[in-house]
Nanobody, 126 residues
């Protein structure tokens, strides 16, 4: 079992920045690929970013590429999402997720993940 707790959400102005953190506890964090997803009101949960257990390979949704950066610190059992140049359409609840499935499972899919956090709300508004 892995417990995931997100933090760092809040209100940001368009063009501003936020840094989300996801702290993991339980089993060995470095065994898991990690992802960030988001869900806006009335919409389905969508992929934002993901990275492999060692952080070597990263993946981004087209909508955030060049603006968001995912990273991890396995010594701190934490994954981060640095969000820059925020837009109103980035407003959503952001969830981190952990996957113990093998590399053949696409990290862009929600079904790849075994554990989910409770989410942190991000609002981008002037």
């Amino acid at each position: 079992q892995v417990q995931l707790v997100e933090s760092g959400g809040g209100l940001a102005q368009p063009g501003g920045s936020l840094r989300l953190s996801c702290a993991a506890s339980g089993r060995t964090f470095s065994n898991y690929a990690m992802g960030w997803f988001r869900q806006a009101p009335g919409k389905e949960r969508e992929f934002v970013a993901a990275l492999t257990w060692n952080g070597v390979n990263t993946y981004y949704a087209d909508s955030v590429k060049g603006r968001f950066t995912i990273s991890r610190d396995n010594a701190k059992n934490t994954v981060y999402l640095q969000m820059n140049s925020l837009k109103p359409e980035d407003t959503a609840v952001y969830y981190c997720a952990a996957s113990a499935k093998g590399s053949r499972w696409p990290l862009q899919r929600t079904s790849t993940y075994d554990y989910w956090g409770q989410g942190t709300r991000v609002t981008v508004s002037s």
